[in-house]
């Protein structure tokens, strides 16, 4: 079965940390893989996305993610957390039509 | 707008009544999709339209709900004798395309009392 899995539903990390966010799918047939971020009360924002071509994509925010085949990974980092980052993020994944298929999601904390 | 437009935001129906939620897509967005968004989980998928012509609903969890797109813009999903199972938050998006990213509005907030 085609399925998306975000390893922890919580994340902390301190303010100029490293943010590491993981999502691992399953699926027969190349993917695209999307990461989505939503604040409170407010919709889902594209951060960045995987079609074809490289495999390290870089989104907005200083965001980048690495699409890895072999471990049917599409983690989500950021070199150094800022305040404005805490947010619910959503790893999504379009298995071979057109509907987004979503992560559980990953509430990122960051302490001061 | 630049953005998808939802309304209304918040909507607080008793059971047993119907409602109606609508979406503004981006303008020239072909593609519209709507999905459902339980507290505390991920988005999923509800149905699709590529212009006016509903290519997917396998997500609509029951004949109670209904979406159309008549003429490929504006976009409605109703949900007839609503129960408290309805009760989350409705996310539309539109993209140009099917395989181009899809852009969210900020969603309606269903409350079913």
């Known amino acids: 079965a085609q399925s998306v899995t975000q390893l922890g539903s919580h994340v902390s990390v301190s303010e100029g940390a490293l943010v590491l966010l993981r999502c691992n799918y399953s699926s027969s047939v190349p993917p695209y893989l999307f990461w989505y971020v939503q604040y409170p009360n407010q919709g889902l924002q594209l951060l960045l996305k995987?079609?074809?071509?490289?495999?390290l994509v870089k989104g907005i925010n200083g965001f980048e993610a690495e699409f890895k085949k072999s471990e049917t990974s599409f983690h989500l980092t950021k070199p150094s957390a800022h305040m404005s980052d805490a947010a619910e993020y959503f790893c999504?994944?379009?298995?071979?039509?057109?509907?987004?298929?979503f992560g559980t999601g990953t509430r990122l904390t960051i302490i001061p | 707008g630049a953005g998808v437009s939802q309304s209304p935001r918040y909507k607080v129906a008793k059971r047993g009544q119907d409602v109606a939620l609508r979406c503004d897509p981006i303008?020239?967005?072909?593609?519209l999709f709507w999905y459902q968004q339980a507290l505390g989980q991920g988005p999923e998928f509800l149905t699709y339209?590529?212009?006016?012509?509903?290519?997917?609903k396998s997500g609509l969890p029951s004949d109670r709900f209904f979406a159309e797109r008549p003429e490929g813009s504006v976009s409605t999903l109703k949900i007839q004798r609503t129960q408290q199972e309805d009760s989350a938050v409705y996310l539309c998006?539109?993209?140009?395309?099917?395989?181009?990213?899809?852009?969210f509005g900020d969603g309606t907030r269903l409350s079913i009392l």
């Open positions: 999504a994944v379009i298995f071979g039509n057109e509907k987004l298929t």
């Open positions: 998006a539109s993209s140009l395309d099917r395989d181009q990213p899809q852009h």
């Open positions: 303008s020239g967005h072909v593609s």
């Open positions: 339209f590529q212009n006016e012509a509903q290519l997917d």
């Open positions: 995987y079609t074809t071509g490289a495999t």
